[in-house]
């Protein structure tokens, strides 16, 4: 579930909307949830924001009842609209632009924590803070956030004092291996804030990641070189196929670690991610 928020004094502009590797903020945030989830995906809008386009397909898109209510308002609107759909979420603010989804996976784990009794929120509290909107939380607590929303108790600490959080800071989440391999600094809860804060990430180098073609298009390919497994520098798929000399046409498909099909330039690669592009056609 991704909060998209409204425009941001600070920044002068929806944080939703800002570019990002030729596509938006919302859309990378919203394209790593859905990786990094088997359900349904849920942004959250102020009401009446227009949402830049495109949004991956099979997002649903509800509203926040009223204006400047916070983050526990939207936190119960999007817990709401998962009812029945889902027994977790992970809910992220659109500004995580360095959001990795072992990051989702390990702290929606961290809900199934041992114990007598499972926590209801997962809450990373990491980079010095905690980090509300980085988070997992039981869909059952909707109705409780609604109620704290009409007594206007609407900081995430009033939700957390009324539920049990199993909280976790940079050790514990580094002890996932898999995050500590992909993610050790925990960039996954860098946000931007300021003009600057947004200036510097997008100045930051692409991911590394894994290329390697297959079939025609391996046989193709220029050399051995250009067959085997390259590291490149590539946000999206479409950037990751550019750096081999690739058309990314509808002659062209990629699976996403083995196993996710996409032909969307737009779709969104993570540190650690292997893309294997392949001939669409048959006999490829």
């Known amino acids: ?25 919302l859309h990378r ?17 102020a009401p009446g924001q227009d949402l830049p ?12 009842p009223q204006e400047g209510k916070g983050p526990v308002q939207g936190i119960a609107a999007g817990l709401a609209a998962l009812a029945g759909r889902a027994e977790a979420a992970f809910i992220a603010s659109t500004d995580l632009p360095f959001l990795h989804p072992a990051f989702i996976r390990s702290v929606l784990h961290g809900l ?16 010095g803070y905690p980090q509300p909107l980085a988070a997992a939380y039981r869909v059952s607590l909707a109705q409780t956030a609604e109620r704290l929303v009409k007594e206007a108790r609407l900081r995430p600490a009033f939700l957390f004092a009324e539920c049990l959080v199993n909280r976790l800071d940079d050790a514990a989440l580094r002890a996932d291996p898999v995050l ?7 960039d996954s809860l860098v946000n931007v804030n300021e003009p600057a804060d947004y ?25 051995a070189a250009g067959r085997g497994p390259r590291a490149v520098r590539a ?30 330039a737009l779709t969104p690669l993570a540190a650690g991610d292997t893309v294997f ?7 490829g």
């Open 29 to 45: 945030t919203v394209a790593i949830a859905a990786r990094a989830t088997s359900g349904p995906v849920v942004v959250v809008r």
């Open 199 to 223: 200036a510097a990430a997008r100045a930051r180098p692409a991911p590394e990641v894994t290329v390697q073609m297959f079939g025609t298009l391996a046989r193709a390919a220029a050399g």
């Open 1 to 25: 579930m991704v909060l998209a928020g409204g425009k941001s004094s600070r920044m002068g502009t929806p944080k939703a909307a800002l570019e990002w590797h030729g596509a938006t903020l």
């Open 277 to 283: 592009f392949m001939s669409a056609d048959a006999g």
């Open 180 to 186: 500590a391999a992909l993610d050790p600094h925990l």
């Open 235 to 264: 946000a999206t798929v479409g950037e990751a196929a550019a750096a081999v000399g690739l058309p990314l046409d509808r002659h062209v498909a990629a699976a996403l670690n083995g196993d996710q099909i996409t032909r969307d």
């Open 112 to 127: 199934s924590a041992p114990g007598t009794c499972a926590p209801d929120v997962c809450l990373p509290v990491a980079r």
């Open 53 to 64: 386009a495109p949004l991956p397909a099979g997002v649903l898109v509800v509203d926040d």
